[in-house]
């Protein structure tokens, strides 16, 4: 292996109590709220439909221009704890906010810069809002922070010049000092969800995606943070030039999914997968007409299908100027809740279940389990659902709720299951108990008289 300063800095998956916590929890809710949420991807009348969080950067408005809509943030209807009741009902275990996105506008009154929350007619801190509303829920919270900064003076996308290496030390120390506020005043937080690191001046720095690291992990023991954050020695990124993963999860998965077939390395580490509702909106935008609106169901299956492979789902929300949500949002919010109101069970502390994926849908399994799940959406003409079984397991039998279905071994290690429902409005759960082959036989032995 290459010697490495700021590598990886360690290998496996932790098995401390904060980890198991943040992986247990599968389901996140993502939510992108900042200055991008007042003017929703339309500027003079034009609507833009690129990202609406990239629109100062899309109708080429000037940061002057852009900066003075911190005037007019004023989010009458913003409701914390509405919020929080809406996410619990959905089912999520915890919660990502943007504190800072690439705007640069700061959600909390941070004493690093006047571009923050305090100066807008709104004034109130929201990021203390919205802790204190999730955790009052039972609901973990964690910061999102854009390094990109694209307000701040000293940010510079390379260093090509003594000059940008004293502005972007500025910089660095800037976000260092943010960081640190966010983690010491909000010390029920419980990851750093890093993003806005690509560019070649993070690269040059590894060191400081480092000691960022490390600064939050000694003020808040047990933090989290995504491979996003790190860069090494060689400016490598999410893995070592080691091959190493740097950070706690791979954050690598951002509107798309890794596939259930070729991608089951995922399933050696942690890792999460962020999406949009649209094909690629974050922030608030106005006219979803632009591209395909996934369906609660698309989403709810991309829940499963991350649950499936031992990954975390995170799921976005783009609230309003007024600090409302959409009507598709609350009505995904609403589905997938009463799905998972019933089977929450089947994501919640589960994780892969080492089986190979069919074709009828997905498994999972509470980890150490005897059980496990499958979660069918695809139900094959034949009515027959393959089921291939690892290692020295039986299968004992397959249920949903008081329902039992015919499990039918058709060769060594494989099973149909004969999945005799009519009609799927919603996916099926059907539970399988397990044995080991070689003691199920002894359940099968005849009585001694
Ligand atoms: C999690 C997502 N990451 C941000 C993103 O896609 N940034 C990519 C990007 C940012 C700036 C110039 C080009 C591309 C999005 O705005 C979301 O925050």
Not at 35 to 51: D, E, F, Q
Not at 67 to 80: H, T
Not at 339 to 351: H, Q
Not at 387 to 402: C, E, F, H, Q
Request: aromatic content about 14%; hydrophobic content about 35%; overall charge positive.
């Amino acid at each position: 292996p290459v010697p490495l300063r700021y590598g990886a800095q360690y290998t496996g998956m932790r098995t401390d109590e904060a980890m198991q916590q943040w992986r247990s929890h599968r389901f996140g809710q993502f939510i992108h709220w900042g200055l991008y949420a007042i003017p929703g991807g339309v500027w003079n009348g034009k609507t833009y439909n690129y990202a609406a969080e990239f629109l100062k950067s899309s109708a080429r408005i000037p940061t002057a221009t852009w900066d003075s809509l911190m005037y007019q943030f004023n989010p009458r209807e913003f409701d914390a704890r509405a919020w929080a009741k809406m996410a619990k009902q959905m089912g999520a275990r915890y919660m990502t906010i943007t504190t800072k996105h690439h705007e640069g506008f700061c959600l909390w009154p941070t004493k690093f810069t006047d571009f923050n929350i305090s100066n807008t007619p709104f004034r109130r801190d929201i990021l203390k809002e919205l802790v204190d509303a999730y955790n009052a829920e039972g609901i973990d919270v964690n910061f999102y922070y854009s390094v990109l900064d694209w307000h701040h003076p000293d940010w510079r996308y390379d260093i090509k010049s003594p000059e940008d290496s004293v502005a972007f030390r500025r910089f660095l120390d800037f976000a260092g000092n943010q960081l640190k506020e966010l983690a010491t005043n909000y010390p029920t937080v419980k990851a750093f969800w890093f993003d806005g690191t690509w560019d070649s001046s993070i690269k040059k720095n590894g060191w400081w995606t480092l000691e960022a690291e490390q600064m939050l992990k000694s003020v808040r023991p047990g933090m989290i943070v995504n491979s996003r954050l790190r860069a090494d020695d060689f400016g490598k990124r999410h893995f070592d030039s080691n091959n190493q993963l740097m950070g706690d999860y791979e954050s690598g998965y951002e509107r798309r999914l890794p596939n259930p077939v070729k991608d089951l390395q995922v399933t050696k580490w942690d890792w999460e997968a962020c999406m949009t509702v649209p094909e690629n909106q974050w922030g608030y935008h106005r006219d979803w007409t632009v591209s395909h609106v996934k369906s609660p169901l698309e989403l709810l299956e991309m829940l499963v299908h991350a649950t499936s492979m031992g990954g975390n789902f995170l799921l976005n929300f783009g609230p309003d100027g007024n600090g409302g949500f959409r009507n598709e949002e609350r009505h995904i919010a609403q589905f997938i809740g009463k799905w998972m109101e019933k089977n929450g069970p089947v994501i919640w502390d589960c994780g892969y279940a080492g089986w190979e994926k069919q074709d009828w849908g997905y498994f999972t399994r509470k980890n150490g389990s005897a059980h496990v799940n499958m979660i069918v959406f695809n139900k094959p003409v034949s009515g027959l659902l393959k089921v291939k079984v690892k290692g020295d397991v039986k299968i004992l039998s397959a249920k949903a709720g008081g329902k039992a279905y015919r499990v039918e071994e058709i060769a060594k290690n494989e099973y149909f299951i004969h999945f005799t429902d009519r009609k799927m409005t919603e996916p099926r759960v059907i539970v399988l108990e397990t044995a080991k082959a070689s003691e199920a036989a002894d359940k099968y032995q005849d009585a001694r008289t």
